[in-house]
Nanobody, 124 residues
Framework: QVQLVESGGGLVEAGGSLRLSCVASRRTFAAYAVGWFRQAPGKEREFVAAISWRGGSTKYADFVKGRFTVSRDNAKNMVYLQMNSLKPEDTAVYYC?????????????????WGQGTQVTVSS
């Protein structure tokens, strides 16, 4: 099990940028695939992006392609989500999740390790 802590959220105007960070508690974090998810008020949690253990593979939800970029620095136990051209509909709590695997998961669930989330608010 790995403990995850997200940071970097905040209030930004539409069109602005934020970079979220997800730091892990374990040195073996390099062996984990990491996903980013978000949940807006009254909505279900949805997938945003994911990155494989070495960063060689990434996956994005259609609604963030071309705007968000996921990356990682395994030496620092960090995964990042660079969010550009933010829209009011991107407002949500953003979570990172991790699974010890060498492949990029197709689905994520309760058996994965999850952080507590960071709030992102985009004003119009």
């Amino acid at each position: 099990q790995v403990q995850l802590v997200e940071s970097g959220g905040g209030l930004v105007e539409a069109g602005g940028s934020l970079r979220l960070s997800c730091v892990a508690s374990r040195r073996t974090f390099a062996a984990y695939a990491v996903g980013w998810f978000r949940q807006a008020p009254g909505k279900e949690r949805e997938f945003v992006a994911a990155i494989s253990w070495r960063g060689g593979s990434t996956k994005y939800a259609d609604f963030v392609k071309g705007r968000f970029t996921v990356s990682r620095d395994n030496a620092k136990n960090m995964v990042y989500l660079q969010m550009n051209s933010l829209k009011p509909e991107d407002t949500a709590v953003y979570y990172c999740a991790a699974r010890r695997t060498t492949v990029l998961p197709d689905t994520w669930g309760v058996t994965d390790d999850w952080g507590q989330g960071t709030q992102v608010t985009v004003s119009s």
